[in-house]
């Protein structure tokens, strides 16, 4: 099995916000997409709105680029569902679209997009609006640090803490802890942390995950001091977002 990974692209993979691009004009979404790339995002494409909703479904992003007119289902649609699930409420969402009429504007914010950006417009105002959306909705991405209860993991020196003695971890066990404690409460499946923390590979088998996270779990705990990785059976794992906690 093998697991060797560039350091770079390793660090990169689970701390960079993933966007997902749903616009069927090829020529704009590989603009964008060379464009989000080049700021360090994590971005995934889809040119229809039925194939955006599975994607959404299986693996949520940070953030959606969403086209108003798409084969399929419509932006309108599929930001209207977004909405109305649990999961998904507070994606943050951005429009694109050609209907620059304050009405249509109105009718793209009123089923719950967060911004909305008319036809043609500016990449770097475009890409100005991600960062600034991604900072609102997800501050834990622009963080330095990442505490919960008596675990502190530091981004910047790249250690780890609990109370008062240092825990050492592999790179791959601390960018799982990591991707884990920025959502704590929230299950992942053993493809989802594949995917976010060692980059999509036929090369490596779900079971590594397992493997990995009992290496975590070894290193974090110690005698009769709480685990504070739930598992959930059938479907994965999650940082206990009671960790820590009265």
């Known amino acids: 099995m093998n697991e060797s990974r560039s350091p770079v692209r390793e660090a990169a993979v689970s701390r960079a916000p993933r966007v997902l691009i749903v616009e069927d004009e090829q020529a704009l979404a590989l603009l964008l997409s060379y464009n989000l790339e080049a700021e360090g995002y994590l971005v995934d494409r889809a040119d229809r ?3 955006a909703e599975l994607r959404l479904v299986e693996n949520p992003p940070d953030l959606v680029i969403l086209d108003w007119m798409l084969p399929g289902v419509s932006g309108l649609e599929i930001c209207r569902r977004l909405r109305a699930r649990e999961e998904t409420r507070t994606l943050p969402v951005i429009m694109l679209t050609a209907r620059g009429e304050e009405a249509e504007r109105v009718r793209g914010l009123s089923v719950g997009a967060d911004d909305y ?3 043609p417009f500016s990449v770097p105002e475009l890409m100005a609006r991600v960062r600034s959306l991604l900072r609102r909705a997800s501050p834990e991405r622009v963080s330095g640090k990442l505490v919960a209860g008596e675990i ?8 780890v803490r609990r109370a008062s003695r240092d825990i050492h971890l592999g790179p791959t066990e601390f960018r799982l802890l990591e991707y884990l404690m920025e959502k704590p409460g929230r299950v992942f499946s053993r493809a989802q942390l594949l995917d976010a923390v060692w980059g999509l590979s036929s090369e490596i088998d779900e079971r590594t995950v397992d493997v990995h996270v ?3 779990r070894k290193a974090l705990v110690r005698g009769r001091e709480r685990d504070p990785i739930r598992t959930v059976r059938g479907a994965g794992y999650s940082f206990d977002e009671t960790f820590g906690k009265a």
Do not use: F, H, P, S
């Not at 502190?152 to 250690?159: A, F, I, K, V, W």
């Open 214 to 216: 009992g290496r975590l």
């Open 117 to 119: 950006v008319v036809k």
């Open 152 to 159: 502190e993991l530091n981004r910047e020196t790249r250690r």
């Open 49 to 51: 709105g039925d194939e």
